[in-house]
Every structure is written in structure tokens, then in C-alpha cells.
């Protein structure tokens, strides 16, 4: 046997409680199984507007992605980045977006989450421990927002424990509960959910809880009472809050984001919106592109599933320092016409916890080229830098033969250090993401239950590089 191999089975057999935690594995790229035809975008008024987090937290995916990026990893096996540790926190760690849950008549505001299934809230009983040694430490250093309590409606799920953990060593422990929850307008009864009573927890002083919208395969209920002797991959599934409700005929199976844009860079500014089982009612597009879901799983070591990605294929990238460039976006050879750049890209990562772009490094250079001034690596950070005022390219991304051009205020990001980023980094051979710079251009359909994603362009950008809703 390996050492590889033996160190994974002593893992598996090693309570959760009782490990680091520290360590994960990229999973091969899989296409869910689709259990009905595509949902039709039809405007729905199941619609929750969507806050900012404090600009300094952390999103959930952003701890993967970053050792991901950072390629610390041993036969595979990569090793997650403590909380705060990016060269440029508001840059690269991600944005967090909060929105409001009911429980049992009482509104908390918890973290939306696409890579994760769980819904959990913090009981107003609780120990808040530090996530690197699990010293106790005051409940404030977590900060959490308001605490739930059980109410009327609630009732304990015996011989039942939550236990997760995240990329950056959060971890949570606690009871099962169910209870009346209500998101979107849509509410479901008896809802299975974590109780939180012990938290390693970097919060961000306004967040009670999380609510994750991944497939439900990623629950996180265990047999018994004690979280040490939980073993990772013995968990009970259960349906989750986004599951049940498409699940009880309540919703369509799919969910929409429109992401705003934070000119000012103000956590009270608006983050979005969210809409369940249909699209808000927003000005869009009249065209889609629709691409099929391809499944990133983030596994730990034992082959247990902990979080996860909704990736596509991206056709390829147009760019272009003149603003009347035409792009052949169907790839026919046409010479009178601009060829995309790159080759298709698949397991394209489409991730709102990301900040920017992170693309192929041949496309992260032609678009640092094509600002004037162009754009260079600094030493220090190993980002594009770029003048704050320099005049922009223009730049899309070609999904399924439809071009989604960038606005400009997203090309250029101001980092708050006194010089700013390309909004378009280098991937360096890793995974290409699209991030909020692409987000923030589109409104984006997860429809889980046919296994697709699919956009909708959000601006009108003329050929002056002026730019109208």
C-alpha cells in the first residue's frame, strides 16, 4: 500500500473532530443528472434583494479557490489557506452577499452560498472557539449577528448532529432541528436545518447563519449527539431548504442572480438580486446562452464530498483594443472578422464569491496588452496592475456562440491601495473563473433540475464604448 494511500484510510477512520481539516482534493469535473427539461425563464415575483458583507470577509469559496490557485499541493492533495491570508483581501478574497431568512416568524440575515447545501443558524447558546487551536475564545470574536432561539414551530431531530467544516478551518458543530423557514416568499414546513452551538467562525458582525444552494449531496447530518465521533462520509442526507421546495412542487428547480455594481465599495451598498424558480424582473437581453453544468467537487482527503462548483464551457474570448471590432463568435474562419482568442475552456468555474476574472494566461496577457497604457505584472503582488485611467478594451466572453462584453468599470479595480488591478487575472494554469467582474454583466441562470446554466446579457455596450442599461 502507498503512504498515500494508507495516510487517506487512517484519515477516514479518524474522527472529524480529532483532524485538521486543512487538506482537500479536486474532484474530476461531473455532469449532473438532469431530472427534468429546462425551466422557463419566466419573472417570477420570488424575488429577495441581496446585501454586502464587511468588504474585509472572507467568501466561502474564496479559501478553495486560493490554494487552488496558489498550487500548494502534494500528489494532489492541496492544502487550504488560513482566513486572511490574500495579498489583497477586497481583491481576491470575494464578495459575501447576505439575504434575509425567516425562522419561525423571526427574520435573521444569513450568507448565500452556491457551493454548499446546508442551512444553519447560530443558537443563542453558544461557544465560539478559535478555528485554529479550538481554544475557547468571547462569543464577539465570531461575530455572528442576532442569535436564533428555538421557537414554537421548532422542534429537535434526536440522536442527530451538524458538524461542517470550510477551506479556510471554520468549522461548526451542533443539533438538528426542523423548522418553519421562509426565503424568497416561498415557505417550507418541518424543514431539517443545523443548530449551531459551537462555532470556529470568522464573521462579519451582520450574518446569523448561511443558506446553501448547492445539490443537496453535500448535507452535513450525522448519527448521534457527539460531533468527535462523527466519521467523514458516514453522514445522513436529507433534503435541503432549496431541494424541498422544488422537491414539494413549491418552485421550479432553478434559482437567478443579478449581481450590482459597488462603485463606491461600501458594505451598505446593494449587492443584487436573488431569485427562486423563475428570473427577477430586471431589464435583460432578449437572447440566452445556454451551456450545460459540469460539477467541480472539492472533496477531503477520505473521498468525502464538501463542497462544490457549478463549472461550464467557455468557446472563447474576445478582445480587442478597438471599440468596433467584430468578433466571429461562431468560430467560422471569417478573415474579415476578429478571432477569439483561446481554444474552448472547459470547467469554466461560474462563482459569485469570487472577485475578478481569472482566465488562461495567453487571455489574461492580451487583455493587459490591449489597455493603453498596457498593463504589467507587479513583483510584489503578482496581479496586472494597471493605471487607473488608462483607456479600456474591449473584452467578452463567448459562451455557446454568444458574445457577453465587460463594462468598463469592471475592467479596472480600485484596490483601495492606492493603485489598481486588471479586473481580468492570470490564472497560471489552474482553473478559469468567472467571477463577479463577469457577473455583474449578465443575469445568470442556475437551473439545477435540467443541469444548465444560462446568461442574459444585462448592458447594451455601443461600439463608442458607451454604455446604457
Not at 468571547?138 to 421548532?154: H, I, K, Q, R, V
Not at 477531503?300 to 464538501?306: D, H, N, R, V
Not at 478573415?335 to 481569472?358: E, F, H, M, W
Request: with cysteine; net charge negative.
Amino acid at each position: 500500500m502507498r503512504l498515500l494511500e494508507a495516510a487517506a484510510l487512517v484519515a477516514f477512520a479518524t474522527p472529524i473532530a480529532a483532524r485538521g481539516n486543512f487538506d482537500f482534493r479536486v474532484s474530476q469535473p461531473r455532469r449532473p443528472v438532469a431530472i427534468k427539461e429546462p425551466s422557463p425563464n419566466h419573472i417570477t415575483s420570488n424575488t429577495i434583494s441581496l446585501g454586502r458583507a464587511d468588504s474585509k470577509s472572507n467568501s466561502l469559496s474564496a479559501g478553495y479557490l486560493q490554494a487552488i490557485r496558489a498550487g500548494n499541493h502534494v500528489d494532489g492533495i492541496y492544502s487550504r489557506l488560513r482566513n486572511g491570508t490574500a495579498d489583497l483581501p477586497s481583491v481576491g478574497a470575494g464578495s459575501v452577499f447576505l439575504a434575509p431568512l425567516d425562522a419561525g416568524g423571526e427574520t435573521f440575515y444569513v450568507v448565500i452560498d452556491t457551493g454548499s447545501s446546508d442551512t444553519w443558524l447560530i443558537n443563542s447558546a453558544f461557544t465560539c472557539v478559535d478555528p485554529t487551536d479550538s481554544a475557547t475564545i468571547p462569543e464577539e470574536d465570531c461575530a455572528f449577528g442576532p442569535t436564533y432561539s428555538l421557537t414554537s414551530t421548532a422542534s429537535q431531530i434526536d440522536n442527530r448532529n451538524f458538524n461542517i467544516s470550510y477551506a479556510d478551518g471554520e468549522r461548526l458543530n451542533g443539533r438538528m432541528i426542523t423548522e418553519d423557514l421562509t426565503f424568497a416568499g416561498i415557505t417550507v414546513e418541518n424543514q431539517t436545518m443545523g443548530l449551531v452551538t459551537e462555532a470556529g467562525w470568522y464573521g462579519d458582525g451582520a450574518s446569523s447563519g448561511l443558506l446553501g444552494l448547492a445539490y443537496s449531496t453535500l448535507t452535513n447530518q450525522y448519527n448521534g449527539n457527539d460531533p468527535t465521533a462523527d466519521i467523514r462520509g458516514i453522514n445522513i442526507p436529507y433534503n435541503p431548504l432549496f431541494t424541498s421546495m422544488y422537491a414539494q412542487k413549491l418552485t421550479a428547480p432553478l434559482f437567478s442572480i443579478a449581481l450590482d455594481r459597488d462603485i463606491a465599495r461600501s458594505a451598505q451598498a446593494r449587492g443584487g438580486v436573488l431569485a427562486v424558480g423563475g428570473i427577477p424582473n430586471i431589464p435583460h437581453g432578449t437572447a440566452w446562452a445556454s451551456a450545460n453544468i459540469s460539477v467541480v467537487g472539492i472533496d477531503a482527503t477520505t473521498g468525502q464530498p464538501e463542497y462544490q462548483f457549478y463549472s461550464i464551457r467557455v468557446d472563447g474570448w474576445a478582445i480587442s483594443a478597438n471599440w468596433s471590432a467584430d468578433f466571429d463568435v461562431k468560430m467560422t474562419g471569417n478573415k474579415r472578422k476578429v478571432a477569439l482568442l483561446g481554444a474552448p475552456t472547459r470547467n469554466s468555474i461560474v462563482d459569485s464569491g469570487t472577485s475578478l476574472i481569472y482566465a488562461p494566461s495567453a487571455v489574461a496577457a492580451a487583455v493587459a496588452a490591449a489597455f493603453s497604457p498596457a498593463a504589467s505584472i507587479s513583483s510584489q503582488t503578482g496581479l496586472y496592475h494597471v493605471d487607473c485611467n488608462a483607456r479600456t478594451p474591449r473584452f467578452g466572453v463567448t459562451v455557446s456562440a454568444k458574445t457577453f462584453f465587460v463594462n468598463r468599470l469592471d475592467l479596472i479595480i480600485d484596490t483601495g491601495y492606492g493603485f489598481c488591478v486588471l479586473g481580468v487575472q492570470d490564472n497560471n494554469g489552474g482553473m478559469t473563473i468567472l467571477g463577479d467582474v463577469f457577473m455583474r454583466n449578465v443575469l445568470t441562470v442556475f437551473d439545477v433540475g435540467a443541469g444548465q446554466v444560462r446568461f442574459s446579457a444585462r448592458e447594451l455596450q455601443l461600439t463608442n464604448g458607451t454604455v446604457t442599461q
